[in-house]
C-alpha cells in the first residue's frame, strides 16, 4: 500500500490566469489528469492532493480525495496539511509529487515506489539540465547529498550546479512527520520549504538517497505559458510516437494534434493540421485530413475525412466526407455514404449508399438507404419555435435546391424537382415539383 500526496494549492502567479494553474489543460486534460494517472499507474493506491479553493470546487472530477491549503505558505507547509489529514500509518512511505508536473512517465514513479526498500529513509528524484534554471540546486558534500538550495537563496558557487531536485520524493512516513514539525520559513520566500527536509535528514544521520532521472523533459515543471506550451508539444510528440509505433502513419507529427485515450486502427493515415479528440475512436485504414477536426466520434473503417469537422457523430465504412463538410450533434453515417463539399449534417441519420454530396443542410432528419440528395438540398427544420423532423425513404431522389419544409416525409422512390419547395408529405413513387411543390403528371 503505497501512498502519495500530490501539490497543486500554489497560486499558479505566472500563469497569470484566473483559473488554478493545474487545471490548465495541454492535449486536452488538465495537468493535474496526467500527474494522478502516471501515479496510478506507477502503482500508488491511495492519493491526496493538496488544492486550493479555488481548485476544490473542481476537484470532484479528478476522483481524488483532497484536502485545502488556505494559505500557500510553502511546499513544506502543504506536505504538513495533507499528513494532519491523512492520519499516521506507520510504518509506511509516502510519496510526494507536484500537480504541475504531468511529463513524468509511470515507470519514475514506480521506481520512487520501490525506492526505500534498501533501507533508506528519503529518496529524491534529481536531474541534470542546461543553465540557467530555477530548479532547486543539490548541494553534494563529498559526493553524497547534503542539501538542497532554492535559486533564491543560492550563492553564485550553487547556481553554477547543474543537479536539480525534480520534486519528486519518497519518504519513510514516521521521518517525514518529525521533519515536516522542524521546518522553519528563515529563507528569501519566508516559505516552509519542503526541500528543507533534505539537510534535516543528513543532519539526523538518516540515508538521503538520489535518483538520477535520465531526461530532464520528464520533470519539467510548468510555471507560466511558455513552459505550458512547451510542454503540451512534448505530449503530443509522445502521443503521436505511440501511435505510429501502433501502425498508424502520421505525416507530420508536429501538426498533428491528439489526445489520450483515443483508438486510431492501423494502417490509417493522418494529414497535416488534423485534431482528433474526445476520446474518438478510428477504424484501420482510413485517411483524415488535411485540415480536419475529429471529436467524439467515431469512424469505421477506410473512411476518408479531408478538410472537414466531425463533431459528436458516428461514421460506418467506406465513407467519404468532404472536403469542407460539417457533421455535428449526433450524424449517424451509414456505410458506403458521401458527404461532400459545403454539407452540413446535424442530428440526422443518413443510412447506406446516401449522397449528398454538394451544398446542403441536413438536419434533425431520417434519409433511407440508396438516396440521392441533390445540391442546395435544405431541411427546413425550425420553424421558428421549434425543431422538425424530415424523414425520406430509400431510393428517392431528391433535385437540387429543394427545401423540405418540416415536418415532412417522403416515401421510397419518390422524386422532388429542382427548386421544389415540399411542405406536404409525398407518398411513396410519386414525382413533384414547383413552389409549392405538387404532384407532376404520370409519365
Ligand atoms: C519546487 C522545489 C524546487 C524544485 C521544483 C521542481 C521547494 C521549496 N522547491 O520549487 O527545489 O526544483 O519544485 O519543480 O519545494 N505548492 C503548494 N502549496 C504551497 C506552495 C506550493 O501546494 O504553499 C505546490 C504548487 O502548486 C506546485 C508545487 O507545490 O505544484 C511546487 O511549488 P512551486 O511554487 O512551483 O515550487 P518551485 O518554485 O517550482
Ligand atoms: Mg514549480
New binding site residues.
Given amino acids: 500500500m503505497t501512498r502519495a500526496i500530490v501539490?497543486?494549492?500554489?497560486k499558479?502567479t505566472r500563469m497569470k490566469s484566473a483559473r488554478s494553474?493545474?487545471l490548465h489543460e495541454i492535449c486536452g486534460r488538465p495537468m493535474l489528469w496526467y500527474v494522478l494517472r502516471a501515479l496510478r499507474a506507477g502503482g500508488v493506491d491511495e492519493i491526496i492532493a493538496?488544492v486550493n479553493d479555488e481548485l476544490q470546487a473542481q476537484i470532484d472530477a479528478f476522483g481524488v480525495a483532497s484536502v485545502v491549503?488556505s494559505e500557500?505558505?510553502?511546499?513544506?507547509?502543504?506536505v504538513k496539511v495533507a499528513l494532519d489529514q491523512l492520519g499516521a500509518r506507520v510504518p509506511g512511505q509516502i510519496i510526494v509529487a507536484?500537480?504541475?508536473?504531468p511529463l513524468v512517465p509511470p515507470e519514475l514513479f514506480a521506481g520512487m515506489v520501490g525506492s526505500l526498500a534498501g533501507g533508506a529513509d528519503m529518496a529524491l528524484v534529481t536531474v541534470r539540465m542546461p543553465l540557467p534554471s530555477?530548479?532547486?540546486r543539490v548541494v553534494r558534500r563529498d559526493g553524497t547529498i547534503d542539501r538542497?538550495v532554492?535559486v533564491r537563496d543560492a550563492t553564485p558557487a550553487e547556481l553554477a550546479i547543474d543537479e536539480?531536485?525534480?520534486?519528486i520524493y519518497a519518504f519513510d512516513e514516521a521521518a517525514l512527520r518529525e521533519a515536516v514539525g522542524r521546518l522553519r520559513d528563515d529563507n528569501a520566500q519566508r516559505?516552509y520549504?519542503?526541500?528543507d527536509t533534505v539537510a534535516d535528514f543528513v543532519n539526523a544521520g538518516k540515508t538521503v538517497k538520489p535518483v538520477l532521472a535520465p531526461d530532464y523533459l520528464n520533470v519539467l515543471?510548468i510555471?507560466d505559458r511558455v513552459e505550458l506550451a512547451r510542454a503540451r508539444r512534448e505530449m503530443n510528440a509522445r502521443l503521436c510516437a505511440q501511435h505510429m509505433r501502433d501502425g498508424v502513419t502520421i505525416i507530420d507529427p508536429d501538426a498533428t494534434y491528439l489526445e489520450p485515450e483515443l483508438r486510431i486502427g492501423c494502417d490509417t493515415v493522418i494529414y497535416p493540421n488534423t485534431t482528433i479528440s474526445r476520446l474518438s475512436e478510428i477504424g484501420e485504414e482510413c485517411v483524415l485530413g488535411p485540415n480536419s477536426r475529429i471529436s467524439n466520434t467515431r469512424v469505421g473503417t477506410r473512411v476518408t475525412v479531408r478538410e472537414s469537422v466531425v463533431v459528436d457523430s458516428t461514421i460506418g465504412s467506406d465513407v467519404s466526407i468532404g472536403p469542407y463538410a460539417h457533421l455535428r450533434g449526433q450524424a449517424v453515417l451509414g456505410d458506403e455514404t458521401h458527404i461532400g463539399n459545403f454539407v452540413e449534417v446535424k442530428k440526422s441519420i443518413l443510412e447506406k449508399r446516401v449522397k449528398a454530396s454538394h451544398l446542403a443542410y441536413l438536419g434533425d432528419a431520417t434519409i433511407g438507404e440508396g438516396t440521392n440528395v441533390g445540391a442546395g438540398t435544405i431541411t427546413c427544420n425550425f420553424d421558428g419555435e421549434q425543431k422538425n423532423a424530415t424523414i425520406v425513404g430509400r431510393d428517392v431522389s431528391i433535385g437540387s435546391n429543394t427545401s423540405l419544409v418540416a415536418p415532412v416525409t417522403i416515401g421510397d422512390g419518390a422524386l422532388t424537382g429542382a427548386g421544389s419547395v415540399v411542405t406536404k408529405d409525398v407518398p411513396a413513387g410519386e414525382r413533384v415539383a414547383g413552389n409549392p411543390a405538387r404532384p407532376l403528371p404520370k409519365k
Fill in positions: 501539490l497543486a494549492a500554489g499558479g494553474k493545474v493538496v491549503q500557500q505558505l510553502g511546499t513544506g507547509h502543504a507536484c500537480g504541475d508536473m530555477n530548479f532547486g538542497i532554492e536539480m531536485n525534480a520534486g516559505e520549504y519542503l526541500t515543471g510555471n
